[in-house]
């Protein structure tokens, strides 16, 4: 509620006198439709004055009688657009104006610096979709219709304030029927500014895989269904970049996909029609379907139907689908065409490793050996930016990747930090600017490990500060000096002379998990992932911690395996097998007669070579982390012994373990953890050897994998008692890569509810490395701002 004191008034006093007052309304309300809204009020409410969009936000200068501008004060905040998210509003008062009756909107004007904030990408609404597919409609089939409501913003502004001159429109002058519909108030279309039409906007084209422009028989849409029926891969422009595109129902097309764009097994997006289409798909609950069809419109993972005609290669190993439903234009004119196959393949469109294709000249550069027919689009896209990615866990949804319709919608912290830049993880990374007490995570980059990718980190920094118009006075990196976000920060220490903080990598996933929620008291946390570099100089990854959101004591952890080959473990996760069986057996473990039947198929030469590096120590370091003991359990039961993408293993386990149908009533408890020097081990060692006799006995595969679910939950939660039997702590935080189990998350949220705490994990943040970020900057902000710069122990 605006506070109206500063006008002087009381609420029934007569004879009313006019007053007037200045607001300056900050937060993503610029794209969104506030100023028609606003001018829709002030008329409903008898108001004079004016509305303009400025960098420091949007002013608003009213004046009326005192009732009147009351009420309109209370509707500004009580009725605002729904895709409006008002962060502040300042006010002052200002003398009244003769003459001002009437109430206009002012041209857009720049002054120092920017308070306003860009919207996010959003669906079609349905009154373009309506309009869309309305014959006697002026844009009827025409892949470009938008309005106040819907429609391409972040990824096509290249600077504020968010007017058609700062946008890739700019180059697409109005025709006179569009220009109406945005210089009228009353209209759906008021200053919406990627409005146009078949007459005067961006068109779509047809062009072979060496981007010759083919000449159509039928409309490109129609060319594209034909390809897309026969087999072929289409890439095709979009909203934030290019999307490979085939028929999900055709297994021989997946196959081709795979195999031309090297992807041989990590699960592809699909995209149907509508909500009835993916209720035949997938389990659908009214969330999920909500979710689906929220303004965002992400890739939702869902559990698949046997009965779904899909093609079984989609997903392998996997008992869930990323599906999503169109949210462009175009998409939704795909599914209206005839022949249209019901379910579409939607993978990015880049090659494995390197960043989203967006220019039609780089894409057929690029993808041109991959993709049979490009369709094409001539509206520039300034900001690439992916699908994002949610999952349901806790009867919510979680984002695992953070990308269109999300970003760049800001994450508001408990207090001001220093203008900064946080370079965040080297895998799934993202990097978060913080102007005052906005914390702003840029879209997912990806993996740093190549050139390219670190080309679009780079420019993305770039466009983001010139978007917000801050400069950072400290840059945050990774206590790990190899990944290339932390080279970076080297860079930028270096030639800029910024002040360079370091931030262990856990310690950064707990505190972005306290920063989305504002919690500013020490916290336990649960923290479990694949790898993230320990102050004591080991490989951590499965760890409970003390934290503060300026330090941390390590309390827990599991029992550190050896890491045979280094990085080689994570992609060969049979080397993990060995490992756990060193750890449990020592070398007798290794021997034929004691090796389970999945490991027996490695060559007895790889097996000694491993033996070796563990005994001697040489390239075998130790770890404790999560997502290497779930590589060690997939290949101990034969689910996986190389995978093909980060993660796999651990996804094919718990796939295995939601397969169990059974009760755990003769579930064991877990061993005491040993404590030394008041650090709790977990030890896996007892569990690995009562895994292997049960699988001997003949214990199925997904009761198996069940139980080690069951040991991990049982066993973090003891620690958390005993933690909290000496400390008033009563509040826990969960993060990590591997925190995106349903299994693992919902078992300890249920288990450490029961026992009375209160449980935080991340929502809009991912839990994986895309939430590091966040953390770091809260870390380093306030270290930097308390003069404590270390990095935790």
């Known amino acids: 509620m605006i506070d109206l004191s500063c006008l002087g008034t009381e609420p029934h006093s007569l004879p009313q006198e006019r007053k007037g007052v200045e607001l300056t309304v900050q937060g993503t309300v610029q794209g969104v439709g506030f100023r028609p809204f606003v001018y829709r009020l002030a008329r409903d409410f008898k108001i004079g004055g004016s509305i303009a969009n400025t960098s420091q936000g949007v002013v608003i200068q009213a004046e009326g009688l005192a009732d009147d501008l009351d009420n309109f004060l209370q509707a500004l905040t009580e009725e605002a657009p729904p895709l409006a998210r008002i962060s502040s509003i300042s006010q002052r008062k200002i003398p009244t104006v003769a003459d001002r009756q009437a109430f206009t909107i002012l041209e857009s004007r720049n002054s120092c610096a920017t308070q306003t904030m860009i919207p996010a990408d959003i669906a079609l609404c349905d009154d373009c979709r309506k309009e869309l597919l309305d014959p006697a409609n002026r844009r009827y089939r025409y892949p470009f219709i938008n309005c106040t409501n819907c429609g391409p913003r972040f990824t096509i502004v290249s600077s504020i304030p968010y007017d058609r001159p700062c946008t890739s429109m700019h180059s697409f002058p109005m025709c006179r029927s569009c ?66 595109v085939v028929d999900a129902g055709s297994e021989s097309a997946v196959a081709l996909l795979r195999k031309r764009k090297q992807r041989r097994s990590k699960p592809l997006a699909i995209m149907v029609a509508d909500l009835e289409a993916a209720g035949l798909i997938c389990q659908l609950s009214p969330l999920a379907g909500a979710t689906l069809t929220s303004p965002a419109h992400p890739i939702v993972l869902l559990p698949r139907k046997e009965t779904a005609s899909l093609a079984a290669n989609l997903a392998p190993g996997m008992g869930e689908i990323g599906i999503m439903l169109p949210y462009t234009p175009l998409h939704h004119l795909l599914f209206a065409t005839p022949g249209c196959p019901p379910a579409l393949v939607m993978t990015s469109g880049n090659r494995n490793g390197e960043p989203l294709c967006t220019g039609n000249e780089e894409a057929i550069a690029h993808l041109g050996d991959i993709a049979d027919f490009f369709l094409l ?116 220490e270096r030639e800029l002379g910024l002040p360079r903080l370091l931030v262990q990598h856990h310690h950064a996933h707990a505190v972005a998990v306290m920063a989305e929620h504002g919690l500013q008291d020490k916290v336990l946390a649960i923290i479990l992932d694949g790898t993230g570099l320990g102050p004591d100089g080991t490989i951590w990854g499965g760890e409970i911690l003390e934290v503060t959101r300026t330090d941390f004591i390590r309390r827990g952890c599991l029992a550190p395996l050896p890491l045979p080959g280094g990085d080689a473990a994570a992609e060969q996760p049979w ?35 491993v033996l070796a590096m563990m005994q001697s120590g040489f390239n075998s370091p130790l770890t404790s982390s999560c997502g290497r003991l779930f590589d060690a359990i997939a290949a101990l039961l034969g689910i996986r012994l190389d995978s093909d993408f980060e993660g796999q293993a651990a996804m094919e386990v718990e796939a295995l373990a939601q397969q169990w149908r059974g009760t755990e009533e003769h579930k064991q408890r877990p061993e005491e953890p040993v404590e030394e020097n008041g650090l709790f081990i977990m030890d896996s060692s007892a569990f690995i050897e009562r895994m292997l006799r049960d699988l001997q006995a003949g214990k199925s595969i997904p009761e198996l994998a069940m139980e080690f679910h069951s040991w991990l939950i049982d066993s973090l939660v003891v620690i958390i008692r005993k933690l909290a039997g000496s400390s008033d702590i009563r509040t826990v935080v969960l993060s990590g890569g591997c925190l995106q189990n349903r299994i693992i998350m919902e078992g300890l949220f249920q288990a450490l509810e029961q026992d009375g705490f209160q449980v935080f994990t991340g929502q809009e943040v991912p839990v994986n490395d895309g939430g590091i970020s966040l953390g770091q900057a809260v870390i380093g902000g306030l270290r930097y701002v308390s003069g404590n710069t270390h990095a935790g122990h």
Not at 416 to 433: D, E, I, V, W
Not at 579 to 589: I, K, R
């Open 179 to 244: 220009q109406a519909e945005y210089d009228d108030p009353d209209n759906r279309r008021f200053h919406a500014q990627p409005n146009a039409c078949a007459q005067c906007g961006p068109q779509i084209s047809w062009h072979a895989s060496t981007g010759e422009k083919l000449d159509c028989h039928d409309a490109p849409v129609t060319e594209t269904i034909k390809a897309l029926r026969d087999g072929h891969i289409v890439a095709i422009r979009g909203m934030g970049g290019f999307h490979l």
């Open 377 to 492: 689009h001539n509206r520039e896209i300034v900001t690439r930016i992916d699908d994002s990615v949610i999952r349901i866990m806790q009867g919510r949804p979680k984002v695992l990747r953070r990308a269109r319709g999300y970003v760049p919608n800001p994450i508001p912290l408990t207090q001001s930090l220093p203008p900064l830049l946080a370079c965040g993880s080297g895998l799934k990374n993202t990097f978060c600017l913080v102007r005052d007490n906005m914390a702003f995570i840029s879209q997912h980059i990806g993996d740093l490990a190549n050139l390219e990718s670190l080309a679009f980190f780079k420019e993305s920094i770039y466009h983001f500060q010139e978007l917000l118009e801050t400069r950072p006075q400290l840059v945050v990196c990774d206590l790990h000096p190899d990944y290339l976000s932390s080279r970076h920060g080297q860079e930028l």
């Open 575 to 609: 080397r993990m097998g060995l490992a756990a069986l060193y750890h449990t057996f020592g070398e007798a473990g290794l021997q034929p007669s004691c090796l389970p039947a999945a490991l027996l198929g490695i060559a007895e030469e790889k097996r000694s070579a």
